[in-house]
């Protein structure tokens, strides 16, 4: 069954600035949530419940990385066990995250829809004592960050959340800095930014959605 795309939800004349002023660009992001679709078509009943979800997830980094580098220079990042793409500058890290019903409301209070790791708790502490966006210097081309480019790093995430419809998704997101994590929830954003609802038809319905961070106990000494 062929996967086709239904004219999204028009673009907000602000929307492009406010995304420009973070680097990046809805023909970014948008192609990132429609690669995930198509991933998860890829799976069969007899693969693991958790598939469609985990190869989702896999094209959401794949394409948001490879836009991101190809049209803007970003780099590759892993960084605390956050697999991201971030600006030559080292300043902004986007990485993906699956969220509930309410993303890219911004009446409502979204958070993310399965507990996160301590990496995104982390992330959050450091963006929400960020009083304003740090621009260190450009440093080498590699994906290495030094302890204070680290804690000057704000990461963003691309949360998004599907509705199925028959043979139809409707995939609602927005780009969002959290600010605080409780018990692996979001339950404070420093700022949101609802994307326009992006509709497909041709989708298998789904599966569990594959965690989408994995975080290795480390003891600090």
Do not use: C
Not at 145 to 168: C, H, K, P, T
């Amino acid at each position: 069954m062929a996967l086709s795309l239904v004219a999204p939800t028009p673009e907000p004349e602000h929307l492009a600035v406010e995304l420009a002023a973070l680097g990046t660009k809805l023909e970014y992001l948008h192609p990132a949530l429609y690669a995930g679709e198509a991933a998860r078509r890829t799976a069969t009943p007899n693969h693991p419940a958790n598939t469609p979800g985990t190869r989702a997830y896999q094209e959401h980094v794949r394409i948001l990385r490879e836009e991101h580098l190809l049209n803007e220079g970003w780099q590759r990042l892993l960084h605390d066990h956050l697999e991201l793409v971030y600006n030559p500058e080292k300043a902004i890290a986007i990485g993906v995250m699956i969220g509930d019903a309410a993303t890219g409301n911004r009446n409502q209070h979204a958070t993310n829809l399965r507990k996160r790791g301590v990496a995104t708790a982390r992330a959050a502490e450091r963006n929400s004592v960020q009083l304003e966006l740090f621009m260190p210097p450009s440093g080498p081309d590699e994906a290495v960050l030094s302890d204070d480019e680290a804690e000057a790093l704000q990461i963003w995430f691309l949360v998004s959340y599907r509705v199925q419809a028959g043979d139809s998704v409707r995939v609602h997101s927005e780009l969002s800095l959290p600010a605080k994590v409780e018990n692996g929830f979001v339950v404070e954003w420093k700022r949101r930014i609802p994307l326009p609802v992006l509709e497909m038809d041709g989708i298998e319905p789904p599966d569990e959605d594959e965690s989408e961070e994995i975080d290795i106990p480390v003891d600090f000494r």
